[in-house]
């Protein structure tokens, strides 16, 4: 028999992986939080289809984990380009009031 605790933890990380593929992060770390006290109040042993929940749940963390990576990484890309753009100008400005 699967905990109902599980049961919960599984639907919010349902919606955890639905928040993040709309890149609303705000939405997933509330729900992650959420979540934590659930998974934290699992108790040893699982039945096997407990333990099937418990290893979907990793799988779903650590896709949207590696999604939020990437969208981290392209952020920072486009960080950088804005401040090359603002360097840019900077320098245009110095350089026009010579």
């Known amino acids: 028999m699967v905990p109902e605790s ?8 349902q919606a955890i992986e639905a928040a993040a593929t709309r890149s609303d992060w705000v939405k997933a770390a509330a729900l992650v939080e959420t979540r934590a006290p659930l998974l934290k109040s699992l108790q ?3 039945p096997p289809e407990a333990l099937d929940i ?18 981290k990484d ?7 380009h804005a401040m ?3 360097e840019s100008v900077s320098l245009y400005q110095t350089t026009g009031m010579l």
């Open 44 to 46: 040893p042993p699982q």
């Open 84 to 86: 090359q753009q603002i």
């Open 6 to 13: 599980l049961t919960q933890a599984f639907t919010l990380t």
């Open 54 to 71: 418990i290893r979907a749940i990793q799988r779903i963390d650590s896709a949207v984990a590696i999604h939020a990576q990437a969208e």
């Open 74 to 80: 392209a952020m920072a890309v486009r960080q950088s």
